[in-house]
């Protein structure tokens, strides 16, 4: 359960999470005031229309191609729908990684500018002058712009942060671990499972949960501390094979216990927000404090001992790049990293 459960979290690190949930197209709905049939000619369909409104369904990637509207004695303007990112989008990158390349190709990391578009129309006989273009995506220059440093004039802003995440790919002290597990085998005559098997994916599955606050100093920069505490799959082991009175090697090694690991951490913190958008932004987060890692080694066999020990160790946590989405109180944030909260780290924050 343990191997499939990893290869499951490792396929999803790799899939492509918008195009699975959003599509490759999108629907949108175009009115107009005219009592007769009106064709849509798309980029790659041509239909007909008796009532209005008309729904039509486009491909993500042809939302900046226009769409003409033809009719007997109407002349209708052109449309642009025009397309913007999904602010979704930016989350899938932090969750799913490379699966982002495969939502931009496919169209899915976009999303119309609106879902209705309105377009004029003119009685042909009464036209003098060709009706103008309806372009959305020029429209979007009037809207506020993504901001490199500068907070957007519209986005509140909160002194408080509360955080709660879970965390996947979390870092522990191998060495020490490595050391403690040598020792039980050791001196209780164990050796490791032949039958287990993770195929390296083992450290997929290490998770923690952490709770953390900052106070922002400003809309940039925040301080604060985390903590939080995290498990590693644990190893099984075997007791070693022994010889019966014949001197025949027993046919199947005896089930002895597993190798357990979990910390506990606390680490000091600072995170940067540089890239503003409407309900979203980037940031950059660094901590580095300490952590308390126990590892010991359950038994199940009635002639052998439980062993345990703690260590002290350095913590820390590097988030190069992280997403968070929302404007109000309630936000959602995603990051990928590497440290004691891993490589990726989703969750929910309150600001206050």
């Not at 008309?54 to 769409?67: A, V």
């Not at 009719?71 to 303007?77: D, P, V, Y």
């Not at 082991?237 to 951490?265: F, H, M, R």
């Not at 066999?301 to 790049?321: E, G, K």
Request: proline share 6%; hydrophobic share 35%.
């Amino acid at each position: 359960m343990r191997n499939l459960l990893s290869l499951v979290i490792a396929c999803l690190l790799l899939s492509s999470c918008m195009t699975i949930f959003e599509g490759t197209k999108a629907t949108i709905t175009v009115g107009c005031d005219v009592p007769d049939p009106v064709t849509a000619i798309t980029s790659t369909d041509t239909l007909t229309f008796t009532n209005q409104p008309m729904t039509l369904q486009l491909k993500r990637n042809h939302l900046d191609q226009p769409i003409r509207f033809e009719s007997e004695h109407w002349a209708l303007q052109s449309l642009v729908p025009g397309r913007r990112s999904n602010p979704y989008g930016l989350l899938s990158l932090c969750f799913t990684g490379v699966g982002i390349l495969v939502d931009i190709v496919s169209g899915a990391a976009y999303k119309p500018v609106q879902n209705y578009y309105h377009v004029d129309a003119a009685r042909k006989d009464t036209l003098s002058a060709p009706l103008p273009l309806l372009d959305y995506q020029k429209s979007l220059s009037n809207v506020e712009k993504p901001s490199f440093m500068a907070p957007l004039p519209s986005r509140p802003f909160f002194r408080h942060e509360l955080r709660l995440s879970v965390n996947f790919g979390n870092v522990f002290n191998n060495a020490s671990y490595d050391r403690f597990g040598k020792l039980a085998r050791e001196n209780q005559h164990l050796t490791e499972d032949p039958d287990a098997f993770s195929c390296g994916l083992g450290s997929v599955m290490n998770a923690s949960i952490s709770l953390s606050y900052f106070y922002h100093l400003n809309p940039q920069w925040s301080a604060g501390l985390i903590v939080g505490t995290g498990r590693r799959p644990y190893d099984d082991l075997v007791i070693e094979k022994t010889t019966t009175p014949q001197g025949n090697n027993a046919s199947e090694p005896l089930y002895a216990g597993n190798l357990n690991c979990t910390d506990w951490y606390f680490m000091p913190a600072a995170k940067l927000k540089w890239y503003f958008m409407h309900k979203s932004c980037l940031y950059t987060k660094v901590a580095f404090g300490a952590m308390s890692q126990h590892e010991y080694f359950k038994a199940v066999n009635c002639d052998l001992f439980n062993d345990s020990r703690r260590t002290w160790h350095v913590a820390y946590q590097l988030s190069p790049i992280g997403i968070e989405v929302g404007s109000g109180s309630l936000r959602f944030f995603s990051e990928l990293g590497y440290g004691m909260e891993g490589v990726v780290n989703i969750g929910t924050s309150y600001h206050f």
